[in-house]
């Protein structure tokens, strides 16, 4: 495989890999500097790290990315979907694992440095330089990589968080080494007492290990929480790509050849047995079935198929043997084109701003400029060089923000701690952020609303026609077929006669047994039972090719069972119809009642899916919701969600198959169904896992109320910080002070983040 591969540009367009980047105001830099650029327009995405570039004249991909590399960042082609990269690569360092050794191993050894601070009796001889040694590797190697994001922005004229976190750390280690070797801090038998008195110190026997080593494991845990959450953002189109079959049973010169599915090409035939997996678009050219397309279409019944019908790669074959001609592989299926919906609708979601990060472009200068400024105003006013280097490490230590990095994360995990109690997981605070917008949710119909499976709802016999003895002589009939259709008759015969289970149970308990038994492709089934030798179950259709007369009032029934969407079953003998068996996907119990509390919630519900207008229109009805949108494609779900938001609505998509996995990763806000498809899953921002539509509620519930706590943090460690700002500059405020308020606010965020555990769901 050649190591050259041409740059993915469609339309003057490119797509960056973007590395490097620690914080939301780094993709902001990023996509600063790219539209500076003479006919460029950059969007920086810090959640997936990618930059999408159109750009126009004579702008390169090489000079788009030497502009990334000279802002201080890394930028790249990102390799295919799936795809691998160059013969010899080496296998790419796991950044996730590598954060989460930095803050084990950074913890382990701050821990004993802060209790031997905080309780003087433990100070035996000699503590101070225990300390020093312990926390000598959490400053400088576990806060490398603020370090070294500090020294990239220092290098490009820009401070971020980093910044502050790399000065206040550096800054109180410094003083310590100046205290322990050139001042009284390293005598033996010094003892250092946790005060809270507030008065003015030269600080030459006052050590702040403590307050460095702390801070660098706080820090080093928000960071990590947030890698963790970030690395989800790829899994939506590496699950959808794993969807399809691996390997096809090809036909060459009459026999069968399994060859890897990416082998096969455009005309190749090959054949799909029942339960495989159709390998990719084609067009039926043997055989007739029942193909499993709900993942696809939404589509809650099976599609009947014959020679020279199309069926859609990744779709199940649910009957008989089919042998299909390819016409559409590789990049160009459907599935592909999928993929490609989810990787524009990720790209294209803006990145959320975090506050701290906002905040910090002002916030950060600041500081540094205050810090510097109490240094010349105390040397200036003959305080010594000692007193005004204390106060302005104090100024930095109790700006330096400890709770800004636990506010969003210690929220995040009581939240989805208690989120996923109660069936719901939060992938991270961008979610949160969307919830407190969206005014509109999009509820997909099957299996969200729904069930999802077929269900025998109503049983309709004949004029002197027994309802009992019509669903037991059809029951067992259907009890020979495998179609979804007729398991679900099958599993109300057997539920009426006591039998319960699987069809397998019912064939071999309650109901009679079956002869003769014929499966008319597309339209019923025909055999004898119970002494009927002539039994007819299926459509109308098959009814009158039998010569069955149809009463009138059987076909009223079959009318108006249709016009609600549902499916009717007809079931005759002796040559007349004797009654109809109506099967539909039921309306799950809660689902009327959750979309009354999205209402409560200031949301507007709107069903959205593939099936049949009838059949959306009647299950609107039932749970109330006013605007319907029915036989939609998976690309147009997207179309949906997008006009949605062009009027000026905020949305939130509720779904739980692979055609509504686009559309999740399009909405501002994406909610699966947990019992729905792994790709739906990853390409939404919360999990549901009850499957249970009162799940989305409580969701929405509990992620405002997460993103309230998050916001209540962040105002507080402002307070605390920027309330002790002046007492440091005045000099009223020691380190050892300035670190113990620090302590505070984190306490103070840490507890009001542990209120998210009382959240309690809808009743």
């Known amino acids: 495989m050649s190591t050259a591969r041409p740059l993915p540009v469609a339309a003057r367009q490119i ?48 000079k788009l990315i030497a502009t990334v590399e000279q802002t201080g960042y890394t930028a ?87 910044t502050l976190v790399s000065l206040g750390t550096l800054a109180a280690f410094g003083w310590s080494l100046w205290a322990l070797f050139l001042g009284d801090a390293g005598t033996p038998g010094m003892t250092h007492p946790f005060t809270l008195d507030i008065g003015r110190t030269d600080g030459a026997g006052n050590i702040y290990l403590e307050a460095a080593a702390g801070v660098t494991v706080f820090i080093l845990a928000g960071r990590y929480f947030e890698a963790r959450a970030k690395r989800t953002a790829g899994s939506a189109l590496r699950a959808l790509l794993e969807l399809g079959a691996k390997d096809v049973a090809v036909l060459r010169d009459g026999a069968e050849v399994r060859i890897p599915v990416d082998r096969l090409a455009v005309g190749d035939r090959f054949v799909v047995r029942p339960g495989e997996k159709v390998a990719t678009d084609g067009m039926v050219a043997e055989g007739t079935s029942a193909v499993d397309a709900s993942m ?107 709770a800004l990095g636990l506010a969003t994360p210690t929220a995040l995990l009581v939240g989805t701690g208690r989120g996923a109690q109660l069936g719901i997981l939060i992938k991270g605070p961008e979610a949160l952020e969307s919830t407190r917008r969206i005014d509109t949710v999009v509820l997909d119909k099957t299996g969200t609303v729904t069930t999802g499976r077929m269900t025998l709802v109503d049983v309709l016999p004949a004029a002197g026609q027994d309802a009992d003895e019509l669903l037991r002589l059809a029951g067992a009939l259907e009890a020979a077929s495998e179609h979804p259709i007729a398991r679900a008759v099958t599993a109300g015969a057997g539920q009426r006669a006591g039998a319960g289970g699987d069809g397998a149970g019912q064939r071999a308990g309650a109901l009679p047994a079956v002869t003769g038994f014929t499966n008319v492709a597309g339209l019923g089934v025909t055999g004898s039972v119970d002494g009927h030798a002539d039994l007819v179950v299926g459509r109308l259709r098959l009814l009158r090719e039998r010569g069955l007369a149809v009463p009138e009032e059987v076909e009223r029934a079959v009318t108006a069972a249709q016009a609600k969407g549902r499916t009717a079953v007809l079931a005759g ?27 409560a919630l200031g949301l507007t519900p709107v069903l959205l ?155």
């Open 573 to 599: 003998w002796s040559g007349r119809a004797r009654g109809v068996l109506v099967v539909a996907d039921v309306v799950k119990p809660t689902s009327r009642a959750a979309i009354d509390r999205f209402r």
């Open 296 to 402: 696809l279409t939404g589509e809650s019944v099976p599609v009947e198929v014959a020679p020279g019908d199309a069926v859609v790669g990744a779709t199940v074959n649910a009957g008989g043997r089919l042998v299909v001609t390819a016409t559409r592989v590789g990049a160009d299926t459907q599935l592909a084109q999928m993929a490609k919906l989810v990787e524009q609708a990720q790209t294209g979601k803006a990145a959320v701003q975090r506050l701290a990060d906002r905040i910090s472009g002002v916030f950060v200068p600041i500081v540094i400029a205050l810090a510097v400024g109490t240094l010349g105003f105390w040397i200036g006013n003959g305080a010594g060089p000692t007193a005004a280097f204390t106060a302005a490490v104090a100024v930095l230590i109790i700006a330096c923000p400890c």
């Open 15 to 62: 797509e960056l890999a973007i590395g490097g980047m620690t914080c939301a105001s780094c993709a902001a830099r990023i996509e600063k500097k790219l539209n500076r650029l003479d006919g460029v327009t950059a969007t920086v995405n810090y959640a997936t790290e990618k930059a999408t570039v159109r750009y126009a004249g004579d702008v390169t991909p090489e």
């Open 609 to 763: 899916t593939g099936d049949n207008t009838a059949a959306a229109r009647a299950v609107a009805d039932e749970v109330g919701v006013a605007e319907v949108v029915a036989e939609v494609l998976p690309a147009e779900k997207v179309a949906v969600v997008t006009r949605l938001q062009a009027e000026g609505r905020v949305v939130a998509m509720v779904g739980d198959g692979v055609n509504d996995a686009a559309a999740l990763a399009q909405a501002d806000l994406g909610l699966a169904m947990g019992t729905g498809t792994d790709v739906a899953i990853e390409a939404s921002d919360l999990t549901l896992v009850r499957g249970d539509l009162m799940a989305a509620v409580d969701a929405v519930r509990l992620s405002r109320r997460t993103l309230r706590t998050i916001r209540s943090n962040l105002f507080w460690a402002f307070a605390y910080n920027v309330a002790a700002l002046p007492l440091a500059a005045a000099g009223l405020l020691n380190p050892m002070i300035a670190g113990a308020a620090m302590a505070f606010s984190s306490v103070f965020v840490v507890a009001n983040s542990l209120r998210l555990r009382g959240f309690r769901p809808v009743s």
């Open 76 to 162: 790249a082609l990102p390799p295919p979907p799936g795809g691998s990269g160059p013969a010899g690569a080496t296998e790419p360092v796991d950044e996730l694992r590598v954060a989460r050794t930095r803050l084990w191993v950074a913890t382990a050894l701050t821990v004993p440095v802060i209790v031997l601070a905080m309780v003087p009796a433990w100070q035996f001889t000699y503590w101070q330089w225990l300390s020093l040694t312990l926390a000598a590797p959490v400053v400088v190697w576990g806060g490398l990589p603020f370090h070294r994001a500090a020294l990239v922005n220092l290098r490009h004229g820009a401070a971020t968080m980093d």
